[in-house]
């Protein structure tokens, strides 16, 4: 009987060993990608980034059940360019021009600029040209949000109660109120008696990003 329980205990033992470096087999393409710290840094950062989306969205009130089109981003590597982004979604699947575009649900990054039939432009909030009004955080503080390789905050009222990590959202008639764009990152006497400018913090590296969502029944 120990002679056969012992033979038992070692075929268990073999197909459990057998089973783990299968797994492990399976799992090489996964860890790798992990300790590259590519897609999968990107994937954290957003987390991170769509859990304060959510935060701020109950704080403005952001209306979350819209229509969202999602489309794929081509890439210009190795000439990354963050300003604007070529979409594979044109006057062929409804685009139009305006129409906002989201990295994810409630996190803005930009609008359509331009359109072909089945490409478009997207304007980003990395445009150097890019000007849309902002609430800043639970007191809803007015301000204007220029854009920029790293975007600011400018004309924030001198008698505003600002802090680090207050989170940043849309108030302009173009996009969806409230939507999620940074948060407050530093902040600046600009040598004006009345007025504050900001660093904002996005969160995420846009050229990471593989897909955005466009919002089709914003108007």
Do not use: H
């Not at 935060?55 to 794929?72: I, K, L, M, P, Q």
């Not at 081509?74 to 129409?99: C, H, Q, R, T, W």
């Not at 409230?178 to 007025?195: K, R």
Request: glycine share 6%.
């Amino acid at each position: 009987i120990r002679i056969r329980m012992k033979r038992v205990y070692t075929f268990v033992v073999s197909c459990a060993s057998l089973a783990l470096v299968l797994a492990l087999v399976f799992m090489r393409g996964t860890i790798l990608k992990a300790l590259s710290g590519t897609p999968d840094t990107f994937s954290c950062d957003l987390v991170v980034a769509e859990n304060q989306a959510l935060r701020s969205a109950r704080s403005f009130g952001f209306t979350r059940n819209r229509r969202y089109f999602e489309a794929d981003l081509y890439s210009k590597y190795p000439f990354n360019d963050k300003e604007i982004l070529v979409i594979d979604a044109g006057s062929d699947d409804g685009m139009k021009v305006g129409m906002p575009v989201f990295l994810r649900e409630n996190i803005l990054i930009g609008r359509i600029s331009s359109i072909k039939k089945t490409q478009s432009e997207v304007e980003t909030i990395f445009n150097s040209s890019w000007r849309s009004s902002v609430f800043i955080g639970s007191r809803k503080i007015k301000a204007v949000l220029r854009g920029g390789k790293s975007p600011i905050l400018e004309l924030v009222p001198k008698n505003a109660v600002l802090e680090k990590g207050d989170s940043v959202a849309n108030s302009s008639p173009n996009f969806p109120l409230g939507a999620y764009i940074g948060t407050v990152l530093n902040i600046y006497n600009d040598g004006s008696d009345l007025w504050f400018t900001a660093d904002v913090d996005t969160g995420y590296s846009i050229q990471d990003a593989r897909s955005v969502f466009v919002i089709a029944d914003f108007q």
